[in-house]
């Protein structure tokens, strides 16, 4: 059985280590796309799912959602997309809904 001295000093240098095995984030997907696309908007779809570290089919189905929710739009620019985000887009979640999209990237930025 641990003593409270001996939790104390296990919890202490297991905070100092990260975490490795663990796989979720703080962020979604679709929000992690966005950050790439407010650094670069003309982000290829490769490019992104690199960046992101998910499918490019994943990245195709995020970029439709998005768009199809108004959060992005699209502009060619030959071959190329060119993404603008709305920044004012209120965040969907009803905890942040008083908060948009361009105040977290600025926390971000």
């Known amino acids: 059985m641990y003593q409270s001295t ?7 240098s297991k905070s100092q280590e990260p ?4 796989q979720w984030t703080f962020l979604t997907n679709h ?4 950050v790439c696309l ?3 908007p003309s982000s290829r779809i490769r490019d992104l799912s690199d960046e992101v570290g998910i499918t490019q089919r ?3 189905r995020i970029l439709a959602e998005l768009v199809e929710d108004q ?7 030959g ?5 603008t985000i709305d920044r004012d887009k209120q965040l969907r979640h009803a905890l942040e809904a008083r908060h948009t999209i361009g105040d977290l990237l600025q926390i971000l930025s």
């Open 79 to 83: 071959r190329r997309n060119i993404y």
């Open 58 to 60: 994943a990245v195709q």
């Open 6 to 12: 001996d939790i104390r000093s296990l919890m202490s």
């Open 31 to 34: 929000f992690h796309i966005i």
């Open 71 to 77: 959060v992005l739009s699209v502009t060619k620019d």
């Open 19 to 22: 975490n490795r095995n663990s």
């Open 38 to 40: 407010s650094r670069d």
